[in-house]
């Protein structure tokens, strides 16, 4: 079985340069996806299940990103988190604010940041190690965003700027000063 080509998130991005936010494109793996580009906001939804979604919001240089790939063991073949992440970090670089920190936005039963950190702040009721044993943590620090304080991971009750209801960890990852 022959693997599908994988998108090139800088040329699927600098072509839609040009077009309305919002446009649409077929991917390899023949998937609708929907993408937005703008110069604070990057984002990719499947038009035919939109449970899965990657976004990044670039406010101030601190990058919200909202990644959901996976649903139980299916994973979506084009999104891949990583990728995204990089090209998000080198598109805002040019930017009139570049990323000088991620903040990780973990919820919900599906979400394996969100399920990691509760496993491990209940293990350790350390929220700092919790996050940094998630996925996004790992890929973080990966990055070269390595600071992070207790001060900087909350735990609340709602996310309104998403409308997310429920239990949101927020984790801000910063690059040493």
């Given at each position: 079985m022959a693997m599908s080509k994988e998108i090139d998130y800088v040329t699927l991005f600098n072509e839609g340069k040009n077009k309305p936010a919002g446009y649409t494109i077929k991917s390899p793996s023949k998937h609708e996806l929907q993408i937005t580009f703008s110069p604070v906001e990057v984002s990719i939804k499947d038009i035919k299940d939109d449970y899965f979604y990657m976004?990044?919001?670039n406010t101030a240089g601190i990058l919200e990103l909202s990644l959901i790939t996976k649903?139980?063991?299916?994973?979506?073949?084009?999104m891949k988190a990583r990728?995204?992440?990089?090209?998000?970090?080198?598109?805002?670089?040019?930017?009139a604010f570049p990323i000088k920190a991620f903040r990780g936005i973990w919820y919900g039963e599906n979400n394996v940041n969100y399920k990691k950190f509760r496993q491990i702040y209940e293990l350790t009721d350390n929220k700092v190690v919790a996050a940094k044993y998630t996925w996004s943590g790992k890929t973080f620090i990966s990055f070269g965003f390595t600071e992070i304080s207790d001060g900087d991971v909350e735990i609340k009750n709602g996310y309104p700027k998403l409308d997310i209801q429920g239990e949101v960890v927020l984790a801000l990852f910063s690059k040493p000063k």
């Open positions: 976004l990044a919001t649903k139980g063991n299916l994973r979506h073949p084009d990728q995204f992440i990089a090209f998000c970090l080198n598109h805002f670089s040019t930017t």
